[in-house]
């Protein structure tokens, strides 16, 4: 497993911006997903994007997109999510996540991760 340590997020108002980051315990410049989910109370863990590393193929869920950004920076070894004209429906804990694999259709699946962050709650208010 790999550990990984999350930062960023905290309190914005909509149409605000913020950005998530997250670092692994080791390199994962190549040939790993790595996502980040985000969960309420109220629904399960959600995709929200994820990216391949080795050739930076990016997903992204529909509700998200063009709002929101995923990358990963090889030199910092640091995963990003940057978040653009938040709404309150995106209020939620937001987890990174990796997996020494493809992404494909199986990004969406948090079953398919292995290693997680520990998370790091976003709230957007009205």
């Known amino acids: 497993q790999v550990q990984l340590v999350q930062s960023g997020g905290g309190s914005v108002q909509a149409g605000g911006s913020l950005r998530l980051s997250c670092v692994p315990s080791v390199d994962t410049s190549s040939r790993y997903c790595m996502a980040w989910f985000r969960q309420t109370s109220e629904k399960e863990r959600e995709g929200v994007a994820a990216?391949?590393?080795?050739?930076?193929?990016?997903y992204y869920g529909d509700s998200v997109k063009g709002r929101f950004t995923i990358s990963h920076d090889n030199a910092k070894k640091t995963l990003y999510l940057q978040m653009n004209n938040l709404k309150p429906e995106d209020t939620g804990v937001y987890y990174c996540?990796?997996?020494?694999?493809?992404?494909?259709?199986?990004?969406?699946?948090?079953?398919?991760?292995?290693?997680w962050g520990e998370g790091t709650l976003v709230t957007v208010s009205a």
């Open positions: 990216i391949y590393t080795s050739i930076k193929t990016t």
């Open positions: 996540a990796a997996s020494y694999s493809g992404c494909g259709r199986v990004w969406l699946k948090a079953g398919e991760y292995d290693s």
